[in-house]
T-cell receptor, first 111, second 118 residues
Framework: GQQLNQSPQSMFIQEGEDVSMNCTSS?????WLWYKQDPGEGPVLLIA?????ELTSNGRLTAQFGITRKDSFLNISASIPSDVGIYFC???????????FGTGTRLKVLA | GAVVSQHPSRVICKSGTSVKIECRSL??????MFWYRQFPKQSLMLMAT?????????EQGVEKDKFLINHASLTLSTLTVTSAHPEDSSFYIC??????????????FGSGTQLSVL
């Protein structure tokens, strides 16, 4: 199945550090969503982006919809231990209802 | 945020039996529901897209006779894994998108169903 390129695949960081991850594609999207998933649970929506260039924050999280509509990034500032988990981007392909997911970024925060 | 309820959360069954998974949007009408499958430490793979009152659209490689999807109402979609075999063991997650009160809803997920076929 189709997937978005998401990087990094995993990262270990110290508590208090900032984190950045991104998703890229050769396709154009009209919506970008960012999720966090804990083991054995469904993904929980963090941020939704609907316009090219849009920059949206949710607490310590900030995400942007790339100008080209082919990419998006998520930043987490001042990370804390509970930020640990797997983060996924999801893009809705232009002209379809389908959402395609990124390959995921596994985040581990060291106290 | 909107709530999507998925049941059961875990099911263990014998090979050859059928298993039904329900997905309900509790506080909004879901015009479109999606079913995903997720293997351990991997991303979500879209299986099918269903719109209320019409046949589901399956992704390439997903057997429609194996994974029966019924989207009978704006708040309920079901996935039935027919004649389940061990290779069908996986984490299945539904999601729903719709509008409530004229405001565009985002894509919300159920809590997932862990299927184990013995």
């Amino acid at each position: 199945g189709q997937q978005l390129n998401q990087s990094p695949q995993s990262m270990f960081i110290q508590e208090g550090e900032d984190v950045s991850m991104n998703c890229t594609s050769s396709s154009i999207f009209n919506t970008w969503l960012w999720y966090k998933q804990d083991p054995g649970e469904g993904p929980v929506l963090l941020i939704a982006l609907y316009k090219a260039g849009e920059l949206t924050s949710n607490g310590r999280l900030t995400a942007q919809f790339g100008i080209t509509r082919k990419d998006s990034f998520l930043n987490i500032s001042a990370s804390i231990p509970s930020d640990v988990g797997i983060y996924f981007c999801a893009g809705q392909l232009t002209g379809t209802y389908k959402y395609i997911f990124g390959t995921g970024t596994r985040l581990k925060v060291l106290a | 945020g909107a709530v999507v309820s998925q049941h059961p959360s875990r099911v263990i069954c014998k090979s050859g039996t059928s298993v039904k998974i329900e997905c309900r949007s509790l506080d909004f009408q879901a015009t479109t529901m999606f079913w995903y499958r997720q293997f351990p430490k991997q991303s979500l793979m879209l299986m099918a897209t269903s719109n209320e009152g019409s046949k589901a659209t399956y992704e390439q490689g997903v057997e429609k006779d194996k994974f029966l999807i019924n989207h009978a109402s704006l708040t309920l979609s079901t996935l039935t894994v027919t004649s389940a075999h061990p290779e069908d063991s996986s984490f299945y997650i539904c999601s729903a998108e719709g509008q409530a009160g004229g405001k565009r809803e985002k894509l919300f997920f159920g809590s997932g169903t862990q299927l184990s076929v013995l």
